[in-house]
């Protein structure tokens, strides 16, 4: 599993409120991504980090924000919930060489 | 744009069937091709990981095949059984860029009746 671990599992929010969830990582990988899977959508990337305080957008990072201060860490902050970020968020990370992606176990985030 | 379509988007079989799952993909320029399992509620487990300069990797029963130049994958399981109930997703890393972000395809529930 690559030693990624994801925090909270599961969270219930009020619209409105700021949310960060948590990915952490045991194993060094400079490469860092945040997806979110939707039914019809599939998995599309949020924002993505390359490093110690290099991130930078993926193709539906509006309403995100995120920060990595320490390689192990990547956080994904929601700055204000709206119903239509309800969905299940992957974080994932990228080996060197082979370039194989290894994803964690997810965060369903429920936006009431 | 990257798109991966997968076909069929359902899979209904007998337990011991030989099946082929279907992917596609728009832009051949791709570093690699990686299918997933997914059970229902859980994350996506990687399942086998194929090089653009590969033609084919093979993991116990499952084998995956690439043809770049048609833009196609296709992932082979073999006798299947009912524990090989899940979705099945394709998804490509791109050359070209900075990010290697995947794409990915809406994958194929497969259910494996015993």
């Known amino acids: 599993d690559a030693g990624i671990t994801q925090s909270p599992r599961h969270k219930v929010t009020e619209t409105g409120t700021p949310v960060t969830l948590r990915c952490h990582q045991t194993e060094n990988h400079r490469y860092m991504y945040w997806y979110r899977q939707d039914p019809g959508h599939g998995l599309r990337l949020i924002h993505y980090s390359y490093g110690v305080k290099d991130t930078d957008k993926g193709e539906v990072s509006d309403g995100y924000s995120v920060s990595r201060s320490k390689t192990e860490d990547f956080l994904l902050t929601l700055e204000s919930a709206t119903s239509s970020q309800t969905s299940v968020y992957f974080c994932a990370i990228r080996t060197g060489g082979s370039y194989e992606q290894y994803f964690g176990p997810g965060t369903r985030l429920t936006v009431t | 744009k990257q798109e991966v379509t997968q076909i069929p988007a359902a899979l209904s079989v007998p337990e011991g069937e030989n099946l082929v799952l279907n992917c596609s993909f728009t832009?051949?320029?791709?570093?690699?091709l990686q299918w997933f399992r997914q059970d229902p509620g859980k994350g996506l487990t990687s399942l086998l990981l194929?090089?653009?300069?590969?033609r084919e990797q093979t993991s116990g029963r499952l084998n995956a095949s690439l043809d770049k130049s048609s833009g196609r994958s296709t992932l082979y399981i073999a006798a299947s059984q009912p524990g090989d109930s899940a979705t099945y997703l394709c998804?490509?890393?791109?050359?070209?860029?900075?990010?290697?972000?995947?794409?990915f395809g809406k994958g194929t529930l497969l259910t494996v009746n015993p």
């Open positions: 998804a490509v890393t791109n050359s070209g860029g900075s990010n290697y972000k995947l794409t």
């Open positions: 832009d051949s320029a791709i570093y690699n």
């Open positions: 194929i090089q653009s300069s590969q």
